[in-house]
């Protein structure tokens, strides 16, 4: 019976339903005490239905056909259900760790026993246990870091594995293509080499069994797994794991001794119509009353009808995945990369430390045309990529469409949590020859003023006025200032604390938005976070201070580039330093030459920020660009 309510039964209507796709009787099972424990606590929804199918891959076509709605997949299925014609997204990821110190990330690890005396590039002739065909930790890695020593020519990956190993299990493969990679699995007739728990030696704990057993020598499966398969530490103490540098660990030490850091298993939808919403209100419901210690009738994380069903049972709970990242974010640019290489079958043109070329990011056109003019001039070291947001460069960056840009404090700190690291960065000061070995000081977040507004304006009575920031997120322009005002007001309703404002990249109808202009020729680009708002960055803020505002939040440097002839612009051309005060944090205000007594906060430079894979090769382009220009080889300014 499904335990519903006969109210539960006339709302259990298909738009409050997630369908979920499982792909052996086990899972079945699972996913209907998962249904009927939900209807017995919400008997209003959101309630689950459940879909048999055989395989990952028959569950992400049923998604795709929308007979279906979710499944929770490894990394290396969620790269597959991202590919057309699938077009699926993850939308939930599970975390492993404390609650207050979620990980999204596991690591795949190379398992033998204590007893066997090999290290990982003895593998050749060896008998390997495998996770699953397609895998991230049973095959795309272990397979990725091998690739190298596989025999050539490279037909099929999975013939050069045949070939490699003495004899595998390697569950989800064909066994009447190859044999040799089915030959030490354990099920019996057409469950051999099974694509689910029906082959003994699938997933995780199956493959472990496998090297526990005896069939194997090296199980490739995830840090945890050793641990939730033998919770006596004498019986860990059996088993070692095999390193990268061709050494050997305890099974506790694998962040040192790790084949690679893994995402984790994500719940996967379709892009449009994908009920993304619903389905993280169900599984973040199902984990506050079935999650750990919570209930003894039903458990999210393990199940009496086996290991793994539904989600892994080392996960600790689910976050939702923020809805523009697609497989390729989640996934990340290295691993993303390796998938590509197995799938593709070729190896890179070039190898991994060759540096010829830095394709650099430019936010709108006016940067992409100063990009192309350093494109030109720079004896074909600069490639140029577009994007009309830093967000959306960032991204390319992490996908590996983009390799650098230049990012303002607050951007860097978003860009380092989306794994990017900073290169080099920005000097303002003109230290001669030698600045380059001058350590980078920042610069003053500051308010300026025009001198002749109204003296009651100051730090301390900022409400109702008219604001100008750089940006949303920006730091100078955005994050010191509401930081410093949050302080004061305990809320952050700032449109409500401004009259009104100009903040590129706050919600069109906010008062914030008010006093933008967008660009002429270009109707319906008010507020946005690039040029395209005449009113974006340090210059813009300062030119709506100018036109319209009566603060602006900029950098200690802002008055003084748009005023004494130093902005040719018609709305700067008369100006002068003197026209403008700065507000300071004591309610006084002081001159603009006055910065370094009378500013907000001190900022870091703005940053060159790139990929960790890319990091070494920008920095010496970029380091080389500089040399170039500055000695006057080329007629074009950085």
């Not at 199902?286 to 996960?315: C, I, M, N, V, Y």
């Amino acid at each position: 019976t499904s335990g519903l309510s006969p109210l539960g039964l006339c709302l259990a209507t298909p738009e409050k339903t997630v369908r979920w796709c499982t792909v052996s009787s086990h899972e079945a099972s699972k996913c209907s005490s998962f249904r009927e424990n939900m209807n017995k606590v919400f008997d209003t929804g959101p309630f689950v239905s459940c879909v048999k199918k055989t395989s990952y891959i028959d569950c992400i076509k049923a998604i795709m056909d929308n007979e279906a709605d979710a499944v929770t997949l490894d990394g290396g299925l969620v790269f597959e259900a991202g590919l057309k014609p699938y077009n699926l997204k993850p939308v939930v990821a599970e975390f492993y760790g404390p609650k207050d110190n979620p990980k999204t990330h596991y690591y795949a690890v190379a398992v033998v026993k204590k007893s066997t005396d090999f290290y990982l590039k003895d593998l050749k002739g060896k008998k390997s246990c495998h996770t699953g065909l397609g895998r991230s930790a049973g095959w795309n890695i272990p397979m990725g870091l091998l690739y190298w020593d596989l025999p050539e020519p490279q037909e099929s990956l999975q013939r050069a594995a045949a070939s490699f190993f003495a004899g595998s299990c390697v569950p989800c493969v064909d066994q009447s293509s190859f044999p040799k990679l089915c030959q030490l699995c354990a099920g019996k007739g057409p469950d051999k080499c099974a694509c689910s728990n029906h082959e003994p030696y699938f997933g995780y704990s199956g493959a472990f069994k496998c090297l526990m057993d005896d069939a194997g020598d090296v199980a490739f499966v995830k840090h945890t797994t050793v641990l939730e398969n033998l919770p006596d530490e004498a019986d860990k103490d059996e088993y070692e794991l095999l390193c990268r540098d061709n050494t050997r660990g305890s099974v506790d030490e694998f962040e040192r001794c790790h084949l690679a850091r893994v995402p984790s298993h994500a719940v996967v939808a379709r892009s449009m119509g994908g009920k993304e919403d619903l389905i993280w209100e169900l599984l973040n419901l199902a984990q506050e009353h079935f999650g750990r210690g919570t209930s003894e009738d039903f458990q999210l994380f393990s199940s009496p009808h086996g290991k793994d069903l539904l989600f892994k049972d080392s996960a600790n709970g689910f976050l939702k995945i923020p809805p523009k990242m697609d497989s390729w974010l989640y996934l990340g640019y290295e691993y993303v990369t390796a998938l590509r290489n197995l799938r593709e079958d070729t190896r890179p043109s070039t190898s991994k430390g060759e540096c010829k070329k830095v394709k650099w990011c430019a936010v709108h056109h006016l940067e992409r045309v100063k990009c192309d003019m350093w494109s030109v001039n720079s004896d074909g070291k600069i490639e140029c990529e577009s994007a009309e947001s830093t967000e959306e460069c960032i991204a390319k960056i992490m996908k590996g469409e983009a390799d650098a840009m230049s990012l303002d404090g607050g951007h860097i700190y978003i860009a380092g949590k989306c794994g990017l690291v900073p290169v080099l960065a920005e000097n303002y000061k003109n230290e001669g020859e030698d600045c380059k070995f001058t350590p980078e000081s920042g610069y003053y977040a500051v308010a300026v003023v025009k001198k002749s507004s109204d003296p009651d304006l100051n730090w301390n009575n900022l409400k109702g006025w008219k604001s100008c920031h750089t940006a949303v997120d920006r730091t100078a322009g955005w994050n010191i200032p509401m930081g410093l005002l949050y302080e004061k007001i305990n809320h952050c309703e700032f449109d409500k604390f401004f009259s009104e404002g100009c903040a590129p990249g706050s919600p069109r109808n906010s008062s914030l938005c008010a006093l933008c202009i967008g660009s002429e020729g270009f109707p319906g680009r008010e507020c946005l976070p690039n040029n395209y708002e005449r009113y974006y960055g340090y210059s813009g803020a300062f030119r709506c201070l100018v036109e319209k505002g009566d603060v602006a939040f900029v950098k200690d440097q802002t008055v003084k580039e748009n005023t004494g002839g130093n902005n040719p612009e018609e709305w700067a051309k008369t100006l002068q330093e003197d026209d403008f005060e700065l507000l300071c944090t004591d309610g006084t205000r002081k001159s603009v030459e006055e910065a370094s007594d009378c500013f907000l906060a001190q900022a870091p430079n703005h940053a060159v920020v790139s990929r960790e894979d890319k990091a070494a090769c920008v920095r010496e382009i970029l380091d080389a660009q500089q040399v170039w220009h500055r000695q006057g080889l080329q007629p074009f300014l950085l």
